[in-house]
């Protein structure tokens, strides 16, 4: 398998063959390496590391010389609404005997609604253990428990092994940090008045953004266009428990003069397989969140080559990826490696081979580097919302987003699918039947393998509409969508570059030079014979 990666590219066309070895493994590794450096703090959107993120991609991208595309700027700023919790005002209140007061200010992360709000929440807590009711085991936390009205502390995970290691239920699920996503049912309808999430002791977690580091990311801050309305909470929403992750130092300090301690209740549950559950008496709680609004100017980073057709250089074929990523958690930092670092640097040095060739090709070639990605697609929708290029030029998207692992020991699960180090998932729903030819043309002399199963937008991971690609299928503009897969590292601090396979993304970078340069040197454009459009009434 390995040797096939390690292919002479001699299968590739030998017209182009000095123009694709400027696409090489040592180049990209370099691109990576600064822009997945730790230094960037995980080039979360609005935040220093992206800037620098972006100024290093526009400085290369003058470097190689390409035209900048927003006059005589690689820049197309777009403005964000950004909201956080005021660290200041925030704060959770443990009052014991009506008069006692601790007061704790530690991060916490609200799931539902999803991110920062304002409000004021206070009342009586009750711990209900794991928070399960799971009838083939006979167990059930909420079992003559008073639910309605009340705060409810729940520990992740289930009833676990002595070493916490191995969950005592056979669902494997139970034993994931994700665990939370299992229990939602039950305790939304629980009439509670919140759901409060603790890390168990066993996990070794203190916090969600220890377990979680991506998703307390995302629910940190919520971020909207300008150009958009706020999102307003609908009637079944407004009804439901406002569900928290907390510190587990909240924890201890509720549970503290109780006779209970967080370890001991669990070591409890977990030898007796029995609940726990109690009120906690004389302590009430009180969470006063309030939130900081603030605008953000982010950046798009977008520079071209024209083509050398006076007529066809008017229209354009798109390569794009995304640079930004879900920042640092604690002192712990996303530098997202794979996601999207691979592509950023694919795109640099496809810029590369394009200018190499002798003779330019007849489209002109736009490389959009985007940010806000992660936070809503923001930076490609507000690139086919205000265009450099007219959207009617525009030929083609060829997008790629985490284009540099082989599949590991715990990938390619149903939650993980991963390609090994021949292959690539290419994704796509059937748009044009002239680019799946051209991209099956190239796939037959390329030493990649191409595998369109994660396609369609009826996929259970809906990958098809999970990256920045999606906003020009909306706009009738045919895609391709590469990646090499959601490994068990995605948006977690083990997204490193020494993770990264370069001489795989090498070959991919190389073929997808190839599929672009076809398609710009068609002497007739792409048909669109299902465009996004028609797909109402198609389906």
């Known amino acids: 398998m390995t040797l096939a990666v390690m292919a002479p590219v001699s299968l590739y066309s030998q017209k182009n063959q000095n123009s694709i070895n400027q696409i090489t493994s040592s180049d990209l590794e370099s691109y990576v390496t600064f822009l997945a450096s730790p230094l960037l703090k995980g080039r979360m959107n609005g935040e220093e590391g992206l800037e620098i993120a972006a100024q290093y991609i526009a400085s290369q991208a003058k470097l190689t010389g390409l035209k900048p595309a927003n006059g005589t700027s690689y820049f197309q700023p777009y403005a964000v609404m950004k909201k956080t919790m005021d660290p200041n005002k925030t704060k959770v209140q443990i009052i014991s005997n009506g008069k006692d007061t601790v007061t704790v200010k530690e991060p916490m992360f609200q799931l539902v609604p999803t991110g920062p709000a304002d409000f004021t929440l206070d009342g009586e807590v009750v711990f209900a253990g794991y928070g399960i009711k799971a009838d083939k085991y006979k167990y059930n936390d909420f079992d003559n428990l008073k639910t309605e009205g009340k705060i409810l502390l729940v520990m992740d995970r289930a009833p676990m092994s002595e070493n916490g290691e191995k969950c005592l239920f056979e669902e494997p699920n139970w034993s994931s940090a994700m665990s939370f996503q299992m229990k939602l049912t039950t305790l939304i309808y629980s009439k509670a008045k919140a759901i409060l999430f603790v890390s168990d002791p066993k996990s070794g977690f203190q916090s969600f953004d220890e377990s979680n580091p991506g998703i307390a990311g995302y629910l940190k801050s919520t971020v909207t266009l300008n150009s958009e309305k706020p999102e307003i909470v609908n009637q079944f929403m407004a009804g439901m428990p406002k569900v928290i992750f907390i510190h587990r130092i909240v924890a201890d300090e509720l549970l503290k003069g109780s006779g209970h301690s967080l370890e001991e209740l669990q070591k409890s549950i977990d030898s007796t397989l029995q609940p726990h559950s109690f009120t906690i008496t004389d302590k009430l709680l009180k969470i006063n969140e309030v939130s900081l609004l603030e605008e953000k100017v982010l950046n798009n980073v977008a520079g071209y080559i024209e083509g050398s057709d006076p007529v066809l250089k008017n229209e354009i074929v798109v390569f ?137 937008r009826d996929h259970p991971l809906q990958l098809f509409a999970r990256s920045d690609h999606y906003n020009f299928v909306k706009k009738d503009i045919p895609v391709l969508f590469f990646t090499t897969g959601l490994h068990t590292d995605y948006h977690t601090p083990g997204d490193v570059v020494e993770k990264i396979d370069f001489k795989k993304m090498e070959i991919i970078t190389r073929t997808m030079f190839e599929i672009g340069l076809t398609i710009a040197n068609r002497k007739t454009r792409l048909i669109v014979d299902n465009p996004f459009s028609s797909w109402g009434k198609s389906k």
């Open 320 to 456: 794009s990826g995304h640079y930004d990523h879900i920042g640092a958690s604690g002192s712990k930092v996303n530098t997202g490696a794979d996601d999207d670092a691979s592509g950023c640097a694919a795109l640099l040095s496809m810029a590369e081979a394009f200018q190499s060739l002798q003779k330019k090709p007849l489209r002109s070639i736009l490389f959009l580097w985007v940010s806000g990605e992660e936070i809503g697609l923001y930076g490609s929708k507000s690139y086919v919302d205000n265009p450099l290029f007219p959207l009617e030029k525009t030929v083609a998207d060829l997008n790629m987003d985490m284009i540099g692992r082989v599949k590991g020991v715990a990938d390619s699960t149903k939650e993980n699918p991963m390609t090994g180090p021949n292959t690539v998932f290419v994704i796509t729903d059937s748009q044009s039947k002239d680019l799946r030819s051209i991209a099956d043309e190239i796939d037959k002399k390329s030493p990649l393998d191409f595998d369109y199963s994660l396609s369609g």
